[in-house]
């Protein structure tokens, strides 16, 4: 019994195994708090919480007197607002108002088949949410609904940034710029006095009782922890590289959106004709490179029927036909056709003798020149006489060339 011959058979049907079959999905996501959440808005809560840590808990305390109080108005202000307008970004539901109508909303919606409808949204009309929408209306593929004035969905919040909730994604945006550039000013500020003054960096009556200037308190004034300066200055090295990369991703993204507010478009209405110029360029250099392939072929054609005469002129042959009668140019095409009856032979031998000689290669040549050389006009008939007198023909026993014997000398 051959058991690798026989194929496997399936006991039951997979489940969505048909194209035209619509197999229930995922259920919608409601909002960002949806189970599960994403590892980026993981990770953005919690550099959130570590610039908080480090911003009321060690820098802005060791700042003097007037800075650290509008230093702890300014930050405490944005980092109060990038919490408030973060919470509303992932709390408000931005699905279509006819979406969130609807009372098996949580319920799984099926996938889409393209078999049926070319696209999800048709005619005002979505065929997975079952509902009709508006124009400016889509369907995100994550979140599995349609999203009112969707502009893209954000992994760091773990929801859609539509219409309901785009103004407190952009405050959200503005706020964490302003937190984390204060924090960047504050900490170089605490580095360059850390080595010229560090006496104005220790107001707090905390430091009355310490007598060097290597001991640092942490956490004032409520829980001060000593630290020594070069585990404060590694920590600021830390922090002063994260809020780098921080604030350059979210200048960024905020310039972006600026751009989008001068050209009046949304980040999907970007990407969509970005694609779209992307194919078009394709499609232009394809059609480019297409036309230039039969040009070349044609060309190599043309050049390969032109090579026919001159390659006859160049062979040691004893006959040199300049007229242009209708005899001459019936010989010369029967020629042509010898000859390219010769390459094509010489090529079927070759083609199976890779790298060697080809050993029927004289012969064949041989065979073509005689009968080339059959097919040569009477004199008679040049002269257009009754005569049946004719030359006789000697073959060179090389086949390299037709040699015409002279009847004076017998």
């Known amino acids: 019994m051959n058991c690798f011959g026989r194929r496997f058979r399936r006991t039951s049907p997979a489940r969505g195994s048909s194209k035209s079959e619509l197999?229930?999905?995922?259920?919608?996501?409601?909002?960002?708090?949806s189970w599960p959440p994403q590892p980026l808005q993981v990770v953005g809560w919690l550099v959130y919480v570590y610039l908080a840590v480090v911003t009321f808990g060690i820098y802005v305390p060791l700042l003097p007197?007037?800075?650290?109080?509008?230093?702890?108005?300014?930050?405490?202000?944005?980092?109060?607002i990038h919490f408030f307008t973060n919470i509303a970004t992932v709390t408000i539901d931005p699905a279509d108002v006819s979406v969130r109508a609807k009372k098996n909303y949580s319920?799984?919606?099926?996938?889409?088949?393209?078999?049926?409808?070319?696209?999800?949204?048709?005619?005002?009309?979505?065929?997975l949410c079952d509902v009709k929408v508006?124009?400016?209306?889509?369907?995100?593929?994550?979140?599995?609904?349609?999203?009112?004035?969707?502009?893209h969905h954000c992994k760091w919040l773990n929801t859609c940034v539509g219409q309901r909730n785009y103004w407190f994604f952009f405050g959200a945006l503005v706020s964490a710029i302003l937190a984390v550039f204060m924090l960047l000013v504050v900490i170089l500020f605490i580095f360059v006095q850390h080595y010229l003054d560090p006496h104005i960096l220790r107001t707090a009556p905390q430091f009355d009782a310490m007598l060097g200037n290597t001991t640092w308190l942490v956490f004032l004034p409520l829980a001060p922890v000593e630290t020594s300066s070069a585990g404060l200055l590694t920590l600021a090295f830390i922090?002063?590289?994260?809020?780098?990369?921080?604030?350059?991703l979210l200048t960024h993204l905020l310039g972006f959106h600026l751009y989008l507010f001068?050209?009046?478009?949304?980040?999907?209405?970007?990407?969509?004709?970005?694609?779209?110029?992307?194919?078009?360029?394709?499609?232009?250099?394809?059609?480019?490179?297409?036309?230039?392939?039969p040009h070349s072929s044609t060309q190599k054609s043309h050049e390969g029927s032109n090579d026919c005469e001159p390659a006859l002129s160049q062979s040691p042959s004893f006959f040199n036909f300049t007229n242009t009668s209708p005899l001459s140019s019936r010989l010369s095409e029967s020629i042509c056709t010898e000859l390219e009856n010769f390459k094509t032979s010489a090529e079927k031998?070759?083609?199976?003798?890779?790298?060697?000689?080809n050993p029927t290669e004289n012969n064949t040549r041989a065979i073509s020149m005689s009968v080339i050389t059959s097919k040569?006009?009477?004199?008679?008939?040049?002269?257009?006489?009754?005569?049946?007198?004719s030359i006789p023909v000697v073959q060179n026993p090389l086949g390299s060339s037709v040699m015409a014997q002279d009847p004076a000398k017998d």
């Open 23 to 33: 197999v229930p999905s995922k259920t919608p996501r409601i909002n960002g708090w």
């Open 65 to 80: 007197r007037p800075w650290s109080a509008v230093s702890y108005a300014i930050s405490g202000v944005s980092f109060f």
């Open 107 to 127: 319920n799984p919606l099926p996938l889409f088949d393209r078999a049926k409808q070319a696209h999800v949204i048709q005619n005002l009309h979505c065929y």
């Open 134 to 151: 508006g124009p400016k209306v889509k369907h995100c593929g994550v979140c599995n609904k349609c999203v009112e004035g969707f502009d």
């Open 239 to 248: 922090t002063v590289m994260l809020c780098t990369v921080c604030l350059l």
């Open 262 to 293: 001068y050209k009046g478009i949304s980040t999907y209405d970007y990407v969509k004709r970005k694609r779209q110029n992307e194919a078009r360029k394709r499609d232009s250099e394809a059609k480019n490179s297409c036309p230039s392939k």
């Open 349 to 357: 031998e070759n083609s199976f003798n890779y790298g060697t000689e």
């Open 376 to 389: 040569k006009p009477d004199k008679s008939e040049e002269d257009q006489g009754t005569g049946e007198t």
